[in-house]
């Protein structure tokens, strides 16, 4: 590589315009040639020849450019003649010549930039909205079918597969879920002792501390990291499983995806979510209980007096009466859009962040309907 | 095949691959020279594509030395490394497009990477390559998810010849097509390969290919490799090698490209020949 770099020459030769190249036209030097030809001023209604008795080496790009300027000048009524090409690279010339007719390509622009397109994106999108609501709407009534039927013939559940889901999304979020709780914990027994002590009303802080986890943070909480945990890795494995069509051989061998693949998740995740409720309040209330220990000097025996004093047992089981309803929207979000992927696995990505998005998003818009429902109720 | 060069533009010594207790290339020497169709064949698991994916670099061998234009490709720095990569092609077996862009923007990829090119160039370019490919003019601006199987591998082979290579591998390039896709395709490389001068690296399993563009073949066996020209390897009496060559399908392959005389005898050859 690397010898006789490329030349251009242009001479007039009586009524003759002479374009003389040499050297090596490959695609290195492509950028440049291109400028220098597109720089020619290009005569109109005469006789042109391009001699390429100098090229030592040409490539599909070099040729391509030569044959460019032949339709250029040709366009504007000029004669023109390619001249002293090596018998070598006459094969090169005519497939360029067959495969180099196209137009360049063109990229297609994205419409939204104008006002009508952007109008008619608004409109896409909430067609879409509509679209998506109805399908999964359409997707709750399968799998309650599903499991209504499994009711009938309990035998058909498939109990190996949901033990190992119970396994991987609780057993194995038991450390991040526990970590976590406890670190919250903290937070709210600190800030909530530097805002009561100001009162004098220290002894508070329990209080705070146990309706804060017990009712709200507790299974919000752990509610948020599954659906970051599980939900994405529902998604990426059913999506998964599309792309590799085994969803597809799951049907021609008679067996219902749903019921092999969403029950388990399903009902894995419904008893699994509310242990891990209870065990994140234990976690949550533990490390209130070290803080104000630490801060406040209100001993373990005095944070659980004023804990049964505090708390009367309904805010515990309404946080845990709550995880149910959050673990039900996890799972099914989490099992639809795996459902969702088309043969590419590009959607497997776009989707499993879809479903966290989207499972994140329900679960605190249904937090916010219970704490609204439940005040109306006061309870 | 004569006036081949006689310096391999790929030369390949001693070459050992192991996964975890797998062997498998236990010694192999291979010679590519320019301007040459090379077949690669072997049964399933004979490691065709791990030899592949070790010339390109994608896969570190156990043990020995990978030569490609010269450059030693396990010790190459990476300047070497990137000035190797100008000049070869690869063809994955679905084409391996990147799927958010578009076929013509996949195209320039390459382009973009290694040259400072105005678009407008970049374009002409990638509507050439289109062309060369044999694919139409739309097809620039579809996504790799809109095209059928054989034009995720034309648009494949398209982006393998962006930076005009002088070698490109392909990696079964006709698994998958319909027969007259796969014969189009094989008439596209031979095209290809006469007017652009291009070597043609080829792990198939397609038979028809074989006889129809490929000027050796080389077939691993045994965890080692045998070359040599498609009479050499009709010829060749190892088991394998004969049931792959001299088996039925292998038959039909041979008479659909032989001349019949070659295969006089055979009633079927008697008739075509009258």
């Known amino acids: 590589m690397g010898s006789a770099a490329a030349t251009l020459k242009t001479t007039e030769d009586a009524d003759t315009l002479v374009l003389t190249a040499a050297g090596e036209w490959l695609v290195a030097s492509a950028a440049d040639l291109d400028r220098r030809l597109r720089s020619l001023e290009l005569p109109q209604r005469r006789q042109v020849t391009i001699d390429l008795a100098g090229i030592d080496r040409i490539d599909s790009a070099g040729a391509w450019l030569f044959l460019r300027t032949e339709q250029d000048l040709s366009a504007r009524g000029n004669h023109v003649e390619l001249r002293h090409l090596a018998p070598t690279f006459a094969p090169l010339f005519d497939q360029v010549r067959a495969g180099g007719a196209l137009a360049p390509v063109s990229h297609p622009r994205p419409d939204h930039h104008s006002l009508v397109g952007f109008i008619a994106r608004i409109g896409q999108i909430t067609l879409g909205l509509f679209s998506r609501a109805v399908s999964l709407l359409g997707f709750f009534g399968l799998v309650a079918l599903t499991a209504a039927r499994l009711l009938r013939h309990p035998g058909r559940l498939r109990l190996t597969a949901m033990v190992s889901q119970m396994e991987q999304t609780g057993v194995n979020a038991l450390a991040i879920v526990g970590m976590l709780s406890f670190l919250i914990g903290i937070v709210i027994a600190y800030q909530g002792a530097d805002q009561l002590r100001r009162f004098g009303a220290e002894i508070y802080t329990v209080d705070l501390l146990a309706v804060g986890i017990l009712r709200e943070l507790g299974v919000l909480m752990t509610a948020i990291i599954i659906a970051g945990r599980s939900g994405s890795a529902f998604t990426a494995e059913i999506g998964t499983m599309r792309v590799n069509q085994e969803i597809d051989a799951l049907q021609t061998l008679g067996l219902d995806p749903v019921e092999v693949l969403v029950m388990p998740r399903l009902l894995g995740l419904l008893l699994t979510l509310p242990m891990l409720t209870v065990y994140a309040n234990l976690m949550g209330l533990l490390g209130g209980c070290l803080m104000a220990w630490a801060v406040l000097g209100i001993t373990i025996p005095e944070f659980i007096s004023e804990l049964q004093y505090a708390v009367a047992p309904r805010t515990f089981w309404i946080g845990v009466f709550k995880a149910p309803f959050f673990a039900g929207i996890i799972a099914m979000i989490g099992c639809y859009e795996g459902f969702q992927v088309s043969r590419s696995a590009e959607s497997v990505g776009r989707l499993t962040t879809l479903s966290v998005v989207e499972s994140i998003f329900l679960v605190i818009v249904t937090d916010a309907i219970f704490s609204v429902v439940l005040s109306a109720l006061r309870i | ?274």
Not at chain 2, 134 to 156: C, H, I, N, T, V
Not at chain 2, 222 to 234: C, P
Request: proline content about 5%; hydrophobic content about 40%; charged content about 25%.
């Open chain 2, 1 to 274: 095949m004569d006036g081949l060069p006689k310096e391999p533009i790929i030369r390949v010594r001693g070459l050992v691959n192991r996964f975890a207790t797998e062997t498998v290339h236990d010694g192999v020497d291979l010679d590519v020279f320019g301007g040459e169709v090379l077949g690669i064949v072997g049964g399933s698991g004979s490691g065709k594509s791990v030899l592949l994916n070790t010339i390109v670099g994608l896969n570190r061998p156990v043990k020995g030395d990978v030569e490609v234009f010269g450059t030693d490709v396990l010790a190459a720095s990476e300047t070497e490394q990137r000035e190797i990569e100008k000049r070869w092609g690869v063809l994955f077996q679905d084409g391996a497009l990147f799927s958010s862009l578009t076929v013509a923007q996949n195209i320039e990829v390459p382009l973009k990477e290694f040259y400072d090119m105005p678009q407008r160039l970049m374009d002409e370019i990638a509507a050439l390559k289109l062309g060369l490919a044999g694919l139409p003019e739309d097809a620039g601006s579809k996504f790799p998810a809109q095209l059928s199987g054989g034009m995720r591998k034309r648009a494949g082979l398209a982006r393998a010849l962006a930076l005009d290579p002088e070698i490109v591998f392909l990696d079964e390039p006709t698994a998958g097509l319909d027969p007259i896709a796969a014969g189009e395709f094989d008439d596209l490389i031979r095209d290809l390969k006469s007017s652009l001068g291009l070597t043609v690296f080829m792990v198939t399993h397609d038979l028809d290919s074989l006889f129809a563009i490929c000027d050796r073949v080389a077939v691993l066996v045994d965890k080692k490799i045998r070359v040599g020209t498609l009479d050499q390897m009709l010829r060749d009496d190892h088991p394998w090698i004969r049931a792959y060559f001299h088996g039925p399908r292998g038959r039909a392959a041979q008479q659909a490209e032989r001349p019949p005389s070659e295969e006089a005898g055979t009633p079927i050859a008697a008739s075509t020949s009258g």
